[in-house]
């Protein structure tokens, strides 16, 4: 057990529709990170917050937005969803988003767009 | 754009057939490579990092070795628990913060 929780597990919504995927980082983590991970582009960097702050941004869609909130948990929204989105959403956590710290992955969230 | 290719995709090894499995990489300013696995239905979990050019880390029977190209993760006398999908990544700084790039993995799968 990784201390990542990711909620729900599954997910299966409809195109056009907006979906809200939660993180609760490891305790006492402040930096949370984004991954995408679909089979023919791998892992894929979308956003990292440290401390409540957005800190980078990698492929992150328009549609897509995060935030971190005061309790550093932090949340995906993603809208207008669409076929290719369907994938597996993945939040890691890290002390502070340093260079050299390894980075701890949650069980992730399978989204299925129908 | 830095890049990170894994090999083979996939390999398929019977149980005491040692291997290597391989990863090279383009980036400016490597600041780390790092080695994941990943089993189905579940997040990559760490297992090295490395840092500089002829550094070797090893747990069990899997030892990363870094040169200033590529990476190997050689698996000795694999056991079928091995199997899972091993993932590299490596970490550069862009405009101020450090980025992750994570190669597609290579699904190793071992047989008794």
């Known amino acids: 057990d990784s201390g990542v929780t990711q909620t729900p597990k599954h997910l299966i919504t409809a195109t056009g529709q907006r979906v809200t995927l939660r993180c609760s980082p490891r305790s006492g983590d402040l930096s949370v990170y984004w991954y995408q991970q679909s089979l023919d582009q791998g892992l894929q960097f979308l956003i990292q917050?440290?401390?409540?702050?957005?800190?980078a941004k990698g492929n992150i869609l328009e549609r897509f937005s995060a935030q971190q909130f005061p309790d550093l948990h932090s949340e995906l929204n993603l809208s207008s969803l669409e076929l290719g989105d369907s994938a597996l959403y993945f939040c890691?956590?890290?002390?502070?988003?340093?260079?050299?710290?390894?980075?701890?992955f949650g069980s992730g969230t399978q989204l299925s767009v129908l | 754009e830095d890049q990170v290719t894994q090999s083979p995709e996939a390999l398929r090894l019977q149980e005491g057939e040692s291997s290597s499995l391989n990863c090279s990489y383009t980036v400016s300013g490597l600041r780390g490579l790092f080695w994941y696995r990943q089993d189905p239905g579940k997040g990559p979990e760490f297992l090295f990092t490395l840092y500089s050019a002829g550094e070797e880390k090893e747990k069990e029977r899997l030892k990363a070795t870094l040169t200033k190209k590529e990476s190997f993760l050689h698996i000795t006398a694999p056991k079928p628990e091995d199997s899972a999908t091993y993932l590299c990544?490596?970490?550069?700084?862009?405009?101020?913060?450090?980025?992750?790039?994570f190669g597609k993995g290579t699904m190793l799968l071992v047989s008794p």
């Open positions: 990544a490596v970490q550069a700084v862009k405009s101020g913060y450090s980025t992750l790039t």
């Open positions: 917050y440290y401390n409540g702050e957005e800190r």
């Open positions: 890691a956590s890290s002390g502070r988003g340093a260079l050299g710290e390894k980075l701890f």
